[in-house]
Nanobody, 124 residues
Framework: QVQLVESGGGLVQAGGSLRLSCAAS????????MGWFRQAPGNEREFVVR????????ATADDVKGRFTIFRDTTKNTLYLQMSALKPEDTAVYHC?????????????????WGQGTQVTVSS
């Protein structure tokens, strides 16, 4: 059974930092491209950042570039999202996702497995 379990969300003041984790089980973690998406109330799920299987390549949405960093630890089967300089508009439920596709994608439909999400709330 495939499981992606996020943790690390919470309430933080604007300008603060958080690190999200996503623990993967039931899949060969190193064989999957991974990504973080977020969804605010009333909005569609949107791409945040993704990483290649090797961890050497990333792609980041413009509105978080320079503030958010994705990385993975294959020894722990865990994906991370380091978030800094947080803004109130970053408030959302953050989901990690795994894709078996040959090419990286920002399209949620290209991802096979999803975590349940972790809430991030940034106060002004």
């Amino acid at each position: 059974q495939v499981q992606l379990v996020e943790s690390g969300g919470g309430l933080v003041q604007a300008g603060g930092s958080l690190r999200l984790s996503c623990a993967a089980s039931g899949i060969s973690f190193s064989n999957y491209r991974m990504g973080w998406f977020r969804q605010a109330p009333g909005n569609e799920r949107e791409f945040v950042v993704r990483i290649t299987r090797s961890g050497e390549g990333t792609a980041t949405a413009d509105d978080v570039k320079g503030r958010f960093t994705i990385f993975r630890d294959t020894t722990k089967n865990t994906l991370y999202l380091q978030m800094s300089a947080l803004k109130p508009e970053d408030t959302a439920v953050y989901h990690c996702a795994a894709s078996s596709r040959a090419a990286g994608s920002r399209n949620p439909r290209e991802y096979d497995y999803w975590g349940q999400g972790t809430q991030v709330t940034v106060s002004s």
